[in-house]
């Protein structure tokens, strides 16, 4: 398990079904075809989560929710110490 050696936990991003009023369904029909979110999680190896990003419309893609977790500021999301990137 040397490749875990500094890894700090996991990143899953998944859709769940989601209640969207007619008017604006269109962007949250994800590639499967049916309404839903795009979320992304981040949980340690306790299996805690340490990090929820929900709304993104099903359209979304991972890149795009990740690339504005990590840029935007407003999220919070954590960063690994200088160096360890």
Do not use: L
Request: charged share 15%; net charge negative.
């Amino acid at each position: 398990m040397s490749y875990f050696k500094d890894c700090i936990g996991a990143i899953n991003e998944t859709h769940v079904n989601a209640c969207i009023p007619v008017g604006e369904q269109v962007p949250y029909i994800g590639r499967h075809g049916y309404i839903s979110q795009n979320i992304m999680v981040v949980c340690d190896f306790d299996m805690t989560f340490t990090f929820v990003m929900v709304g993104w419309e099903g359209s979304a893609y991972d890149s795009r929710i990740s690339h504005n977790a990590i840029t935007d500021r407003r999220w919070n999301f954590s960063h690994p110490p200088p160096g360890n990137v």
